[in-house]
C-alpha cells in the first residue's frame, strides 16, 4: 500500500474494500484510479475544475491496471464512492452536505421513475459519485444522463464510474452549483431524481440566502432564511421543470411540519405536482453515516390530482415501487401547518375533551443566551440571594422528578435575574451586581445575539412559576411535573399556565392527565426517535375539559 499523504488524507484505514481497489490510500491515489478509467474509456469534455484536479497531482499512470476496481462497478457496486466516504469523515463532507444514498432508496426511486414514464433525460443535483445516474442507465437505456456536482473530485468519480459501466456515451456530468445550472433547450420529458444535499441554513451564504427570497417571491411564494440546502434544491428543480417532467428526491423530512417548510410543501402541492410521500420511521438509519430522518417525495409535472398518498413505512427496505399510501386532498394540504400530522388520523379530541391550548398557555422558558455566566449556584455568595432564581435548567431534572412532582428546589441551579432597573438594590448589593456585569462583559456576553437585542442587556426575564412543567425536547415522550415549588424555567423546559383560575386538585388532575396522554402525543419526530415539542404542538394534546378536572379532583 502507498504511503498516505498527511496533506490531502484525514485518516487511512487498511480494510477489505481497500484491498479490493488495488490498495487506494489518499484522495491522490483515488483521483489518479478514476482519471485511469475515465482516461481507458476515452471519455472527452472534462470541466475546468476536473483538470485542475488533474493537473495538481502528479501525472498519472494511464497503463495502470484496474480491471478489478472496474468489474467492482459493473457489478452493482460503488467502490469509489465508498472510499471517498471513507476518506472523508462526516464532519468534512458536511460543508457541502455529501451524504451517498444506500441502493435500496435508488432503486426503489428509479424504479417508480421508470414505471410512470420514458424520460429521454434523466438530471440528478448533486450526483456524487453518480449511483443514481447508474441505476438510470441500467434501467432507463435510452435516456441522456446528466449529473451536476459541485465538488471536482466527486464528479471525476462519477465520470469514473459511468465510463467503467459503459454508460459514458450519454453521460454528461457538470461541475457547477446545481441552483445556477443552465441545461439549456430539451425536447422530451426530464426526470429529477436524487438526494439533495442537506446542509444547515448557517452554513448558507447570504447571497444564495437572497437568490431563494427573490426566487420564491417571483412565484408567488415566501420563503425562510431557515430553510436547508435541500429547500433551496427543491425550489430550483421547480424552476427548471416543464409539463410532463417528473421526478423523485430523498430528503429529510423535517420539512413536512417546521415552520421553513411552507415552500416547499406548497411548491410539492402546486408548481412540481406531488404525487406520493414516504415517510421512513425516524428510528430507522437510513443513512448509515448520518443521523437524519428521511422521506422519499415523488412529483409529476402538470395537471395535479386531486390528492397526494402519504404513508409511513419501517425502513428503507420497505420502499418497494413507492405506489402505497393514504390519498390526502391536496387543498387540505396546502391549508395544514403539518403534514405528517395527518397520518395519525382525526386530531379532533375525544367527547369531554379539549386541546391543551383552549385552557392553558404554553410558555417556553427564558433563553439566556449565555447559561455558562447566567446560570449559577444557588447559593453563589458573590451574588445577591434576591437575584438568584432556582430554576430547572435541564430536562432530567423533571424525568428524575418523583412521582411526577417538583416537590422543592433542593438540588437545582439558580438563573440570576436582574431586573431592569439597578437602582433599587443598596449599596452593598450593587456592588456585587456591578462586580459580576463587567466580568459578564469581559467574556463576550454582549457579542452574542440574545444580550444584544435585549433591553437592557441584562435582564433575562424569568416568568413566574408555572404550575406544570414540561420538557421540550428528548428520546422519549415528554414528562410533564406538577411544580410545588417555586422553580422557575429555562428553555429547555415550557411552562404551562391556565388561562382559567383551577384549583390545586384540578392542576394535580390535569398534569396526570398529560402524563396518560404522553405515550401518544404528537411533536416533531427527528433522526433516531427524538421527539421535539414547539409550545403550540404542546397545546394540542387533547386533556379534559376543567369541569371534568374538577370531578376528577373531587
Known sequence: MSDCNQV????????????????????????????????????????????????????????????????????????????LMRLRPPDQRRPLGATYTPSEIVSSIVAWVAARSRPARVVDPGTGSARFLLE?????????????????????????????AGLDHRAQILVRDYRDADFGEFDGPTAYIGNPPYVRHHQIEPEWKEWLAASSAALGLKASGLAGMHVHFMLATALHVRPG????????????????????????????????????????????????????????????????RMERIPSTSDLGVLDGGQPFRRQQLRAAPRWSALLNGSNKPPEGYVELGEICRVHRGAVTGANSIWITDADNPALPQEVLRPSVTRAAELFNASDGVLASTRGLRAVIDLPADLE??????????????????????????IARNRNPWWTVGLRDPAPILATYMARRPPAFVRNLSTARNVNVVHGIYPREAMSAAALDALAAALRAAAPSAVGRTYAGGLMKFEPSEMGRIPVPEPRMLEEFAA
Open 8 to 83: 490531502t488524507l484525514i485518516g487511512c484505514e487498511t480494510s477489505s474494500l481497500a484491498i479490493a481497489i488495488g490498495g487506494l490510500c489518499g484522495e491522490q491515489d483515488l483521483a489518479r484510479a478514476a482519471w485511469s478509467i475515465v482516461r481507458h474509456g476515452q471519455l472527452a469534455g472534462l470541466s475546468a475544475p476536473e483538470y485542475r484536479l488533474v493537473q495538481a497531482l502528479e501525472a498519472p499512470d494511464h497503463a495502470a491496471d484496474h480491471s478489478g476496481l472496474i468489474d467492482l462497478i459493473r457489478s452493482g457496486k460503488d467502490p469509489l464512492g465508498d472510499a
Open 136 to 164: 438510470a442507465g441500467r434501467v432507463l437505456p435510452e435516456a441522456l444522463l446528466v449529473g451536476v456536482e459541485i465538488d471536482p473530485l466527486a464528479a471525476l468519480l462519477a465520470r469514473a464510474n459511468l465510463t467503467a
Open 245 to 308: 417532467d417528473l421526478g423523485a428526491f430523498v430528503t429529510s423530512s423535517e420539512w413536512l411540519d417546521v415552520n421553513y417548510g411552507h415552500l416547499p410543501r406548497m411548491l410539492f402541492a402546486t408548481q412540481l405536482g406531488g404525487v406520493s410521500i414516504h415517510l421512513v420511521d425516524p428510528h430507522a438509519t437510513p443513512f448509515a453515516d448520518t443521523a437524519t430522518t428521511a422521506a422519499v417525495t415523488c412529483f409529476e409535472v402538470g395537471e395535479p390530482g386531486a390528492s397526494i
Open 424 to 449: 433599587v438594590f443598596d449599596d452593598a448589593d450593587r456592588l456585587l451586581i456591578d462586580r459580576f456585569l463587567r466580568s459578564a462583559e469581559r467574556r463576550g456576553v454582549l457579542s452574542g445575539y
